[in-house]
């Protein structure tokens, strides 16, 4: 249930007013506050600056941590690549929110404090020239309002009193009438008291009303000169928020890395790195290189083949397996590609883009042998190469 407000919280409500003197204190005050507002800010996000610097460093330190693992696990195919695309995406985004850092720091830090700088100018003894331009401007505007208020002050406080001292007298002398026991003389007594004391509160009411009435025409006069001043500190406080308003969506931009199009770029990669993974591709790398589609030299008839010496003294190359049919005069220039490294002594190893000779055809079990640069010759998968 409502209840009406008191005289006394009415008169509270009043004395707080911005308009009563000394009552702009909270305004002038703004000046300060943004000030330290500024200082605020400026720690505040170097702060997150530094936070975003040891995130930066822990996602390097945990890439870096992990990578020999992951590049030594037992995983394989399009499946190890999945596993270190994650790692790779951590140092890109390390070095995202590195820059995010400096940025929070070199540009919007300084940023603020190049305005604050230029915004407020301290004075020699403390305090800034713009609140002692504000508050210079509401006291000047005040100063005979403040002594209007004073004198009304005075006369209402004179009324009140002659206004108490009234009605006592009122009271004497309607106790006096018809009480026997009070003289006659004494009642009129009382009675010329009243008259008197009644004649001072109309004179004191006159004049309590001729002073209400000379503050009440400098009211709008006052107030016009009041708002004046406010609007400057008004003004002052729109441009301050206006560029913290800029400050932190700048910082903002920095910091919202749901639009940042590296981001962006660092998850897509990675997630078509993941979408990826072919179970059949990775299954059939391994069967052609670990299982049963490996090449293979089953056993069969060898014949012997004396050594042949050159003219230099070297001996021949002992070729494996039958003599067969295809051997190419010459050869036939290929190229590797796939690294290949022989299991046994009498197969050729070599590395991806090597070039080198194949001086036999493709036998049924998918072999075929060829002569390096170096003179070494071998049996190799035919599959491995191409031709040059």
């Known amino acids: 249930m409502s209840t009406l407000p008191s005289e006394n919280s009415i008169e509270d409500a009043s004395n707080r007013s911005f308009w009563m003197p000394g009552n702009y204190q909270p305004t002038v005050k703004r000046t300060e506050d943004a000030f330290q507002a500024c200082n605020d800010i400026v720690a505040c996000f170097q702060e997150r600056a530094r936070v975003e610097r040891q995130y930066a460093q822990q996602l390097s330190e945990w890439s870096t941590k992990w990578?020999?693992?992951?590049?030594?696990?037992?995983?394989?195919?399009?499946l190890l690549k999945a596993w270190q695309c994650f790692l790779s995406s951590a140092d890109r985004l390390a070095s995202l929110h590195a820059s995010i850092c400096r940025s929070l720091v070199s540009e919007?830090?300084?940023?603020?404090?190049?305005?604050?700088?230029?915004?407020?100018?301290?004075?020699?003894?403390?305090?800034?020239?713009?609140?002692?331009?504000?508050?210079t401007g509401?006291?000047?505007a005040q100063k005979p309002w403040a002594k209007?208020?004073?004198?009304?002050?005075?006369?209402?406080?004179?009324?009140?009193?002659?206004?108490?001292?009234?009605?006592?007298?009122?009271e004497r002398d309607l106790h006096a009438q018809g009480n026997p026991d009070?003289?006659?003389?004494?009642?009129?007594?009382?009675?010329?008291?009243?008259?008197?004391?009644?004649?001072?509160a109309e004179k004191v009411r006159a004049r309590y009303e001729k002073v209400l009435e000379e503050v009440n025409r400098y009211v709008p006069r006052y107030m016009e000169e009041m708002e004046s001043i406010f609007d400057q500190s008004q003004d002052e406080e729109r441009k301050r928020i206006?560029?913290?308003?800029?400050?932190?969506?700048?910082?903002?931009?920095?910091?919202?890395?749901?639009?940042?199009?590296?981001?962006?770029?660092?998850?897509?990669e990675l997630h078509n790195t993941?979408?990826?993974?072919?179970?059949?591709?990775?299954?059939?790398?391994?069967?052609?290189?670990?299982?049963?589609?490996?090449?293979?030299?089953?056993?069969?008839?060898?014949?012997?083949?004396?050594?042949?010496?050159?003219?230099?003294?070297?001996?021949?190359?002992?070729?494996?397996?039958?003599?067969?049919?295809?051997?190419?005069?010459?050869?036939?220039?290929?190229?590797?590609?796939?690294?290949?490294?022989?299991?046994?002594t009498d197969e050729l190893s070599f590395k991806a883009g090597e070039e080198?000779?194949?001086?036999?055809?493709?036998?049924?079990?998918?072999?075929?042998?060829?002569?390096?640069?170096?003179?070494?010759?071998?049996l190799y998968p035919a599959n491995y190469v191409e031709v040059v």
Request: charged share 35%.
């Open 67 to 78: 990578k020999p693992v992951v590049d030594s696990s037992p995983l394989y195919g399009s």
């Open 356 to 378: 080198f000779l194949k001086i036999e055809d493709e036998d049924d079990q998918g072999w075929c042998r060829g002569i390096n640069d170096g003179g070494c010759e071998g």
């Open 274 to 344: 993941l979408m990826s993974i072919d179970e059949h591709e990775d299954l059939r790398c391994w069967k052609n290189t670990y299982g049963p589609g490996m090449p293979t030299d089953w056993p069969h008839f060898q014949e012997w083949i004396p050594e042949k010496k050159t003219k230099k003294g070297k001996k021949e190359v002992e070729k494996k397996g039958t003599i067969e049919k295809s051997v190419m005069i010459g050869g036939v220039k290929v190229r590797a590609l796939y690294d290949y490294v022989g299991q046994e």
């Open 138 to 140: 509401f006291t000047r």
């Open 108 to 135: 919007d830090g300084d940023r603020v404090r190049t305005w604050q700088k230029d915004s407020f100018h301290k004075k020699l003894f403390g305090g800034f020239k713009e609140s002692q331009d504000i508050e």
């Open 242 to 268: 206006v560029f913290l308003k800029q400050a932190l969506l700048s910082i903002h931009k920095h910091l919202d890395i749901t639009n940042n199009e590296s981001v962006r770029a660092v998850y897509n």
């Open 182 to 200: 009070v003289a006659i003389d004494k009642q009129k007594k009382i009675q010329e008291d009243r008259e008197l004391v009644q004649q001072e």
């Open 148 to 170: 209007r208020l004073k004198k009304l002050d005075k006369v209402r406080r004179a009324y009140q009193k002659v206004s108490r001292k009234e009605h006592a007298a009122r």
